[in-house]
């Protein structure tokens, strides 16, 4: 079954950065496009970044354009998300989610379990 | 960018009942719409895509329909493990969900 964990979530200071791993098995992770989504506590969902199933094409919520990078290892089937700069409203639960395309975003059909950012001094 | 907005964004209902979420698109996006349900603490679940179509293992209750605008997610005869909050979802733009519906016990 497809199972998605992300892992590197912590406390951070703000400026720090702070790279998120998200371990793919259950499915052919090198065929299909990659998300992360975030969730504030007692928020909606706000999308951060895509990457397409190669790793050529990556797409930024402007909330994070330049403060983040989405990349991906498809020998070791995991997701990634570089945090720098990070800010007090970055503070939220990441969640890596897989597409149903490989090259654009679609939609979410299936998510890990989500990994807390806390960004405070 | 194209923007989602549901409504209503809470919702208080019964056990048995019939329940409607609408979701307005700010223009046209043909039929590229899902919905999600998000229970607390949970990761959210696919429930419809493309307006209509019930992803696999979903109830038959759940039901979606709409295109251009104006969508809708039905849930024809609620039941207890309905009560979650609600999300639309569209990739025309970067500016993917609608701001949700909590659905209560009444």
């Known amino acids: 079954q497809v199972q998605l964990v992300e892992s590197g979530g912590g406390v951070v200071q703000p400026g720090g950065s702070l790279r998120l791993s998200c371990a793919a098995s259950?499915?052919?992770?090198?065929?299909?496009?990659m998300h992360w989504v975030r969730q504030a506590p007692g928020k909606g969902l706000e999308w951060v970044a895509f990457?397409?199933?190669?790793?050529?094409?990556?797409y930024y919520a402007d909330s994070v354009k330049g403060r983040f990078t989405i990349s991906r290892d498809n020998s070791k089937n995991t997701l990634y998300l570089q945090m720098n700069s990070l800010r007090a409203e970055d503070t939220t639960v990441y969640y890596c989610?897989?597409?149903?395309?490989?090259?654009?975003?679609?939609?979410?059909?299936?998510w890990g379990q989500g990994t807390l950012v806390t960004v405070s001094s | 960018a194209i923007q989602l907005t549901q409504s209503p964004s809470s919702l208080s209902a019964s056990v048995g009942d019939r329940v409607t979420i609408t979701c307005r698109a700010s223009?046209?996006?043909?039929?590229?719409l899902a919905w999600y349900q998000q229970k607390p603490g949970k990761a959210p679940k696919l429930l419809i895509y493309?307006?209509?179509s019930l992803e696999s293992g979903v109830p038959s209750r759940f039901s979606g329909s709409g295109s251009g605008t104006d969508f809708t997610l039905t849930i024809s005869s609620l039941q207890p493990e309905d009560f979650a909050t609600y999300y639309c979802?569209?990739?025309?733009?970067?500016?993917?969900f609608g701001q949700g519906t909590r659905l209560e016990i009444k």
């Open positions: 989610a897989k597409d149903v395309r490989a090259a654009l975003p679609a939609r979410f059909d299936y």
């Open positions: 979802q569209q990739f025309n733009s970067f500016l993917p």
């Open positions: 493309d307006a209509s």
């Open positions: 990457i397409r199933y190669d790793g050529s094409n990556k």
């Open positions: 223009q046209g996006i043909s039929s590229a």
């Open positions: 259950g499915f052919t992770f090198s065929s299909y496009g």
